[in-house]
């Protein structure tokens, strides 16, 4: 699969990089997060959120708006799931890392092939916005050519109270289908975890895997 640069062009559709914030302090509080060798691990809330780089997230990037800061570590190649939220997403990863990601338009009553996802080269310490119109999932680790790096290790910014329990709704239509927690509606591909625990199995065709 070819993967892109997160600057190039191709990205444009699914988000942008931002500039201009001191994320260092960040970077730091992120390496203390525990990384799995073999999953993938993600907390809503962290100590990230105390940093004075948390009110300008807020402020800035989501024009005043509450938002909370986790991190999703650990080790992943695969595609496995899609989801999107109501509200963009920023990823700063602590090393390079790989975005597989679609457009929410080509999604037809919950469904979509994986033949539409792209792949996505994030540099570390990379702010990556990714629009609420943008497929994502957990990130994957960094490969290139037959190296795959030991994993990564990602901020992730969000809406607050994303990823938290869901309230129980009445199904009004296919989307409904799709609400795995607050704010999250997940696709997921018929052979992961995911899909055995009741979510939606809308992907189609095979589920990626960057080392394979």
Not at 17 to 34: A, F, N, Q, R, S
Not at 107 to 136: C, D, M, N, Q, W
Request: overall charge neutral.
């Amino acid at each position: 699969m070819k993967i892109k640069s997160v600057f190039s062009d191709s990205f444009a559709k699914y988000g942008k990089v931002l500039e201009g914030y001191d994320i260092k302090p960040l970077i730091e509080e992120l390496k203390k997060t525990d990384k799995p060798a073999a999953a993938v691990i993600y907390e809503p809330h962290s100590e990230m959120e105390k940093l004075p780089v948390a009110k300008e997230f807020s402020v800035n990037a989501y024009g005043g708006l509450a938002v909370e800061i986790g991190y999703c570590n650990g080790f992943n190649t695969k595609l496995n799931c899609l989801e999107y939220h109501r509200g963009s997403e920023l990823n700063i990863p602590e090393q390079d890392m790989i975005l597989l990601v679609a457009s929410l338009a080509d999604v037809k009553k919950g469904f979509i092939h994986s033949k539409k996802v792209e792949a996505f080269r994030v540099p570390a310490g990379t702010v990556v916005e990714i629009y609420e119109t943008t497929l994502h999932y957990a990130p994957c680790c960094d490969v290139r050519g037959n190296e795959v790096s030991d994993g990564f290790r990602v901020a992730i910014v969000l809406p607050a109270d994303t990823n938290t329990d869901k309230e129980e709704i009445k199904i009004k239509n296919w989307e409904d289908k799709l609400l795995w927690a607050k704010n999250k509606w997940l696709i997921a591909h018929p052979s992961t975890a995911e899909a055995k625990l009741g979510a939606f199995k809308g992907i189609l065709g095979k589920n990626i895997d960057l080392v394979n």
